[in-house]
Nanobody
């Protein structure tokens, strides 16, 4: 069965960095677009970043552009989110998700989600 398992969350200071990982299993990982989304306390889900199946194209929400980097290792069935220059407003539960088609920024196009990993940015 399809499984997505996130890790790497935790507490970071403003300006700090964290690297999230999402280990995938149960499907042909290298053929799917993957995305990261997040949900801040008291707010709705927000798309963060997407990456094409071969890693040739990456996309970012304006709120994280220039600070976050998405990547993937298809040999390891893993997608990553490197988060730098973290801000308190980045505090959220971060999810990786498999995208059904190519619309990486549309949450309703995600057919499998991980359980999430908590990121807290605070001094």
């Amino acid at each position: 069965q399809v499984q997505l398992v996130e890790s790497g969350g935790g507490l970071a200071q403003p300006g700090g960095s964290l690297r999230l990982s999402c280990a995938a299993s149960g499907f042909a990982f290298s053929t799917y677009v993957m995305s990261w989304a997040r949900q801040a306390p008291g707010k709705g889900l927000e798309w963060v970043s997407g990456i094409y199946s071969d890693g040739s194209a990456t996309y970012y929400a304006d709120s994280v552009k220039g600070r976050f980097t998405i990547s993937r290792d298809n040999a390891k069935n893993t997608v990553y989110l490197q988060m730098n220059s973290l801000k308190p407003e980045d505090t959220a539960l971060y999810y990786c998700a498999r995208v059904r088609g190519t619309y990486y920024y549309i949450l309703s196009e995600y057919d499998y989600w991980g359980q999430g990993t908590q990121v807290t940015v605070s001094s």
